[in-house]
C-alpha cells in the first residue's frame, strides 16, 4: 500500500463520537499556518492510556480527530520565526532546521509565559493537548506543532540520544517523565524529608538555637520509606522504574509494594525489578493484588501504611485504596487523569492522618532531562520491543489501529507504537 | 470567693450534652494515676476556636467534660517515672521537678514512638486530645498530663522564656504553633521552591548534566509569591504574622491577601501588618471580603492566582474559595479542623490545575521551636493583652465561663483567658 496518495495527502488514524470508533483515512498533510509552526513528519507514533478518554467518550470531545499525543520524527517545514536573529525566545527559534529529529510532549507549551519559565510547562497559558479536535495529533504520517520552537524537543541538544532507538525515544513523550514526575513530586515532598535525612519534622527549622525539644533520636526502622504504587500500566511501571532508580540512588531503605489486579502486569513488574535491583540488599519489593494491597502494607509497616502513595490509575476506587494504604503525615501523589467524579474524602478524614495530595499532569517539558537521564541509564528495562519485561509489546501499522485500540481498551496488550509507514 | 471549697476540690468549666450547655462546677483535683503522669496547677488557660466543636455538640462528646486545650501553669506532682535515671526516655523523664513552670501542647504525645521520633508528634500513636470526656481540660485550676515527659515543655528549656508573660506563653500551646506550621508547610513545599530560588521546577533535578531545556530565563515578576489567608480568626492571624514574618526575613516578593467576611477581623489585622512590615518594601498587604476576594487576587496577579492559599476556617466555602484563589501548581494549606463534610472538589479540577493540598492539624510538640522563636521576636504584635492590636482580647475568671463561651460563639469577642484562680 503506498503511504500517501498524493503528495498534498496522508493516512491517519480518526476518531468518531460519539465512541469507540477509530477509522484509518486520508486527509490533508498539515501546513505552516503560524510563524511559529513546524511541520514534523512522524516516524513513530504512541498509542497511550489517556487516549482512551477521547476513545471511549469521556474526554468531551464532539467532532472527530486525528489521535494520538505521542510523537518522534523529522522536521519538514518551519515557519518564520525560526531563524538565526530570534534571540529573546526559547533557544530552538534560532537553532531548529529542516531535517532535525525531534521528540515532543503531549502538549504544546510556549517557553515563554510565566508557567513555561517556572518550569510547571503542562500549564502552560497557550497549552494544548495533541490528539484533540482542536490539535491534531500524532497518529498520522505528518503533523503540525504550534509554538514548536517552546515545544519540541531537538536531539541536537542530547549528547547521548544518537544511541537511543526511536521505541526508546518515544517514551520521552510522556509516560516516562510521568512517572519520573510521580516518583520525584513524592520523594521531593517537606513531610517525606525527615525519612531521607534523619532529622525530625520541621526540617530546615532552627530547633538547635531554641531548645532542646526532647525528642528520641531516631531509630534505624524510622528512615525505611514504604512506597505504594497503584496501578500498573506502562505510566505504572514506569513509576515504579524511576522511583526505585531514584531509591537505590539515594541509597535509601525502602519497601516498595505495586499493585494491580492484573496478574500479568504484576509478573512483569517483578522481572522488572529483578533486573533493576536483583543484587540490592537496601529495599524490598512486592507485587500485590487490589484485595490483598492493605494486608501487605499492613505486615511491611507494622500497622503503620505507607509515608507514600503513587495513584496512576485515575479514578476513586484508586484514590480510595491510596487513601486507606497511607499512613498519617503520608503524601498521595495523583498523576492518573481525573474526570468528572468527586474527590472520595470527607474533610475529616484528611484532617485525622494529615494527609497531603499532590494532582495533576506531569510538565513534560521541565521534567525531560531527568527522564532522558532515567532512559540512558535503563536501557536495561526501557530499551527493548517485545521481550518479557518490555515497557513496549509492539509496533504495528495503521491498519490494525482500530484493532488495537480495542484489544488495549479490554486490557488485552500492553504499550503499542504506530508506525505510519509500515 | 475561695479557690476551692476544700483540699482535694477544685472548679472546673464543664460542658453538658448535647450542647451550649457550659457550668462551672465544683470537681475532685486529679490526682497521678500511671508512673508517667504529672499534675499541672494552672495559671492560665484559653479559649480556643476548635472548643467550639465540642460547644456545638458537632465533636461526637457525649458526656461532660471538662473543656480546654490550652493551659500554662506549675507541676505540683509527678509519678514515679520522674527521677534522674530515667534514661533512654524524653528527657523531661529525668529533669522536670515538682515546681517547674510549663507549657502544654493540646494534645498529648509520648515522645517515644514512630510518630513523635521523627516530628509528626500530634500524631502520635497515644495522642488524646485535652478537653474531651477521655482526657479532661485545661479550663479547670488543676489538670492531670499523660506522657507528661513527652508531652510538657518546661521553661527550664526556654533560655528567654522567663521574659515572657503567661498570656504570650499561652499562644504556644495551640494557635501561635498552628499559625506557624501552616506559614512553614506552604513555603517549605516543592512546587514553591521555583519562586525563592529563582531556579525553574523540578529544582534539584540534574538540569545541566543532560542538556539545554531552553527556557527562557526567570522575569522579576517570576519570584513575587502571592499568597491569600483564608480566615482572620486568632489561628489566621498568628498565620498571617508567621507568613509575613518568614517572608521579609527572606526578603521575598511578596502579595499577602488576608480574606475574612468581618470587618472588625480585617481591621486588626490591617494594624498588626503596618507594625511587622510598616518600613518593608518587599512586599504588599491587603485585606479583602469574602466577596471580593478573587478579584483583588485576580488584580494583583494578573489573573493568575495566588501560589498558595492558607485556609484557617475548616468549612466546604473556605475549600472552595481556596480552590478558586489558587493558580495552576498552587498549594492549598488546610489547617482548619474539618468535619464529616465531603471534600468540595472535583477530580477533573484538582488535575486541571496541578494542585497540591496539606491537610490537618499542627505538631506543636515539634513546631514549638519556630512558634516560641517567633513569640520572642514579635512581642510587638504578640505580646499583649487587650489592646488594638492584641491577639488577647481579655483575661477573665471562670464566673463569666457560659457567657464568654456565647459570645465567642456569637463572634462577638476574640480570644479571652480564663485566669481560674479570679
Redesign the interface.
Known amino acids: 500500500m503506498p503511504p500517501t496518495v498524493d503528495s498534498s495527502s496522508q493516512r491517519a488514524v480518526r476518531w468518531y463520537p460519539p465512541s469507540y470508533d477509530i477509522r484509518v483515512e486520508t486527509v490533508a498533510i498539515p501546513e505552516i499556518e503560524h510563524p511559529d509552526d513546524a511541520i514534523v513528519k512522524i516516524q513513530l507514533s504512541g498509542l497511550c492510556g489517556s487516549d482512551l478518554h477521547v476513545y471511549r467518550g469521556t474526554g468531551r470531545a464532539t467532532e472527530p480527530c486525528i489521535m494520538g499525543h505521542e510523537f518522534v520524527g523529522e522536521v519538514v517545514a518551519l515557519g518564520m520565526s525560526f531563524h538565526s536573529s530570534s534571540s529573546?525566545?526559547?533557544?530552538?527559534y534560532s537553532k531548529l532546521r529542516v531535517g532535525d529529529k525531534v521528540v515532543s510532549p503531549f502538549t504544546v507549551s510556549c517557553?515563554?509565559c510565566?508557567?513555561?519559565?517556572?518550569?510547571?510547562t503542562?500549564?502552560c497559558v497557550e497549552s494544548r493537548l495533541f490528539g484533540t479536535p482542536a490539535t491534531p495529533g500524532g497518529q498520522a504520517q505528518y503533523v503540525r506543532v504550534c509554538r514548536a520552537g517552546?515545544t519540541l524537543y531537538s536531539l541536537q541538544?542530547?549528547?547521548d540520544g544518537s544511541s537511543l532507538a526511536d521505541s526508546s525515544l518515544l517514551l520521552l513523550c510522556d509516560i516516562l517523565p510521568t512517572g519520573v514526575?510521580a516518583a520525584?513530586?513524592a520523594l521531593?515532598?517537606?513531610k517525606i524529608q525527615?525519612?531521607t535525612t534523619g532529622q525530625?519534622?520541621?526540617?530546615?527549622?532552627?530547633?538547635s538555637?531554641?531548645?532542646?525539644?526532647?525528642?528520641?533520636?531516631?531509630?534505624e526502622?524510622?528512615q525505611l520509606l514504604t512506597m505504594a504504587v497503584i496501578g500498573l500500566g506502562p505510566v505504572g511501571v514506569c513509576a515504579c522504574i524511576a522511583l526505585l532508580d531514584m531509591l537505590v540512588s539515594r541509597k535509601s531503605r525502602f519497601n516498595v509494594i505495586a499493585i494491580d489486579p492484573n496478574e500479568t502486569r504484576r509478573a512483569k513488574m517483578a522481572s522488572i525489578y529483578a533486573i533493576i535491583c536483583g543484587n540490592q540488599p537496601s529495599g524490598e519489593f512486592q507485587v500485590a493484588d487490589i484485595n490483598n494491597g492493605k494486608e501487605v502494607v499492613a505486615s511491611l509497616t507494622n500497622g503503620?501504611g505507607c509515608n507514600a502513595v503513587l495513584e496512576v490509575v485515575?479514578n476513586?476506587s484508586a484514590?480510595r485504596l491510596a487513601y486507606d494504604l497511607v499512613r498519617?503525615?503520608g503524601c498521595i501523589n495523583?498523576v492518573?487523569?481525573?474526570?468528572?467524579?468527586?474527590?472520595p474524602?470527607?474533610?475529616?478524614e484528611?484532617?485525622?492522618?494529615?494527609?497531603?495530595?499532590?494532582?495533576?499532569?506531569c510538565?513534560v517539558?521541565?521534567?525531560?532531562?531527568?527522564a532522558?537521564?532515567l532512559l540512558l541509564k535503563r536501557q536495561d528495562v526501557l530499551g527493548s520491543v517485545g521481550g518479557e519485561t518490555s515497557l513496549v509489546e509492539k509496533i504495528v501499522g495503521f491498519d490494525d489501529a482500530a484493532q488495537i485500540y480495542d484489544d488495549f481498551d479490554k486490557g488485552k496488550c500492553g504499550k503499542v507504537l504506530f508506525d505510519p509507514w509500515k
Do not use: W
Not at 492518573?336 to 474527590?343: C, R
Open positions: 529573546g525566545r526559547p533557544h530552538l517557553g515563554e510565566h508557567f513555561c519559565r517556572v518550569g510547571f503542562c500549564r517552546g541538544d542530547i549528547p514526575f520525584f513530586q521531593s515532598h517537606a525527615p525519612f525530625p519534622y520541621p526540617l530546615g527549622s532552627s530547633l538555637q531554641v531548645g532542646d525539644v526532647s525528642f528520641l533520636p531516631f531509630l526502622e524510622d503503620l485515575g476513586t484514590l498519617p503525615f495523583s492518573g487523569v481525573h474526570s468528572d467524579h468527586a474527590v474524602y470527607k474533610g475529616v484528611l484532617y485525622n492522618k494529615n494527609v497531603s495530595l499532590d494532582f495533576g499532569r510538565p517539558r521541565a521534567m525531560f532531562p531527568m532522558l537521564e
